[in-house]
């Protein structure tokens, strides 16, 4: 089989010389790749960088090698383009169709995915212009990377910096799995719970349960990959953000059912993937709770939790969203699944079995798709992310 074609669009920003290990990963993971600096970009990392890491020369001129057209031969040739860094600059052109040099003529040649990584300081990227440009790119189906929050250029920290090579090269690799699929989320806003809820005790302890939030993450991975908003409500899990996600942290099942609601106001499908704890501590003890000698510990009384699935379902935030919601069984898995389908009524429960050996912090899961039609997908063991392009593939139809 024929290597994918990859374009690595590079423009001029510091954070070029981060382009040099995505392409490495590329290269090294199959992908034939055809690096396409602009002029500001090769003030950065030189021409002989390029070269020697693709293996084949940068293309940098609509005027060499004329005969052979490249402004239309390497954009047409393409499986997907990847600009990386994409400068505030780069977004602008490529909103606005301009192509004054090499690689804006393959942006607008190209028929393939087209992913952005765009690097820039924070007020750069927060301005309407730019965010109005990002908009545009993504209405038009274009996948743009959230940027990573940190280190600046200088001293400055904030939202602005460079996704991860690593995290750029994931997305790259799912959209071109997606092949003529494209990002068929793009233009929508997913809300995404991972992790397990703790209830506190007292300053010291809680109730909790065992997930790790992989699947979550891997959900909001994909989904982001598919060209959708994606916010991703977290709660104590130890997983690096994923690039292009907005990630809200949380504890407990109350915070979690605020920060859920309020992205869900203006969201297009609402995806319940956290093990949200059914009961609290009655009360919360604000000193540690000490043992007394000849003393039997007090019983621990619980209240009841918010089920935030089912009033999600019973009451849209948004009218027409689709609500997804998971359910971990231990026995008469199918069973428990397609009654607890009909009692939060959900659009859609993705069930699997649990238990001490099986699914928690595991990379990877098996599955039922259960829908509110009556339709029924086995998900044979596999990936986590496979599953979460599953569950994408059945809410993408569903979405008003
Ligand atoms: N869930 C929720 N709020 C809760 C409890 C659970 O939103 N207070 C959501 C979970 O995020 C998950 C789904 O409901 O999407 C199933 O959770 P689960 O705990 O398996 O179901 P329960 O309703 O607790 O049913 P049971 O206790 O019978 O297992």
Redesign the pocket.
Known sequence: MDKPKVVLGVSGGIAAYKACELLRRLTESGHEVQVVPTASALHFVGEATWAALSGRSAATEVWESVHDVPHVRIGQGADLVVVAPATADMLAKAAHGLADDLLTNTLLTARCPVVFAPAMHTEMWEHPATQENVATLRRRGAVVIEPAVGRLTGKDTGKGRLPDPEEIYEVCRRVLARGTAGPDLSGRHVVI?AGGTREPLDPVRFLGNRSSGKQGYALARTAAARGARVTLVAANTALPDPAGVDVVRVGT?VQLRKAVLKAAADADAVV?A?A?A?FRPAAYATGKIKKQDGQEPAPVALVR?????AEISADRPRSGQVVV????ETDDVLANGRA?LRR?GCDLLVVNEVGETKTFGSEENEAVILASDGDETPVPHGPKEALADLVWDQVAPRLA
């Open positions: 719970s099942a319940m956290a949200v059914d939790n918010p089920d935030i699935l919601g998971f359910a971990a607890k939060k």
